[in-house]
């Protein structure tokens, strides 16, 4: 019999559902919030009414497009959290809702578990490459950084993770002073390939173990701008692709550094990426390097980086399989649980 989830992510700011059927991909819709982009940031009052007014055409065109009928669904899959209590809400009070009308099954997806699995997620006529348990993750989102020994798909250990802002905190917030549109990530990125990654340097945390922080680099790179800008005030648009380089390259060597010590002690060469800011090329291109090195690299495909319901597809999948399902009475979080 197949076995058809239908996933709904509703974490942040994208509301999208996607079809996966016996771990294949068949659909997956996402709406973006452009609403956001005029106050530098996410607004969560504003994020949760977008997601009421985009659930259900995007389920519908998630349904649509992939050729099922919503009479064949097995269960449906949602994001519980971590996330903004108010997104969360919504994406969770329709996938029970839904699945209860339907007399189906619900299934909670942990979203940082469902950016990991995300490398599972097989496509009609794709070949598939994916991580052997056991793996190291370094998933590096907006809310999130961390070191995940992956052991399979239900059993994950954190090794590591920040102790204050994640990987695209700091480029959003350093790319906020510089005067980038929200969120920045991308854009520095994009600025970074026609700059010199050596032109400045900024401070470097010293954390003991495999934990990151980037509070101090944000801090350094304001003040460094500050500075400057003291001395020159065309200083930013004069030097925005170097400064975005070293930014960029700063950033990835605090991750990198924790990594690479995580390979070595846990003797694990199997290394995926996952979440957000494993988009950014200067990171992807930096994880292939230590292929030379002996390790695996799988980079996840750059649609299922960023949040996406087919990623909260598959790990529902691999949940119905261990007929691991929710009762209708369980809540929401918006704080880090593994
Ligand atoms: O995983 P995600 O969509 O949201 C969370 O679950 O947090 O990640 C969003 C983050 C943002 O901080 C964004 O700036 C960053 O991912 N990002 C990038 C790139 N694309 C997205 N950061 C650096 N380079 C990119 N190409």
Redesign the pocket.
Known sequence: MDITILGIES??D?TSAAIIQNGVLLSNVIANQSVHEMYGGVVPELASRAHQKNIIPVVSEALRRSGIDKSQLSAVAFTRGP?LMGSLLVGTSFAKSFAQALGIPIIDVN??QA?ILAHFIKEPDVEPKHPKFPFICLL?????SQIVLVKSYNEMEIIGQTIDD????A??KC?KVMGLP?????????LAKQGNPMAFSFSKPHIAGYDYSFSGLKTSFLYFLRDKQAENPNFIVENKADLCASL?KT?IDILMDKLVKAVKALKVKEVALA?????????RERMLTYERRGWNVYLPKPAF????AAMVAITGYYKFLDKDFCSVDLPPFSKVVI
């Open positions: 974490s942040c994208d996330g979203h940082l950016h590096v989102s907006g809310g999130n994640a990987a695209g905190e480029f959003d790319s929200y969120p920045g990530g991308p854009f520095v990125d994009k960029q950033i979440g957000g800011v494993s988009a950014n090329s200067g990171l980086t960023t949040d996406n």
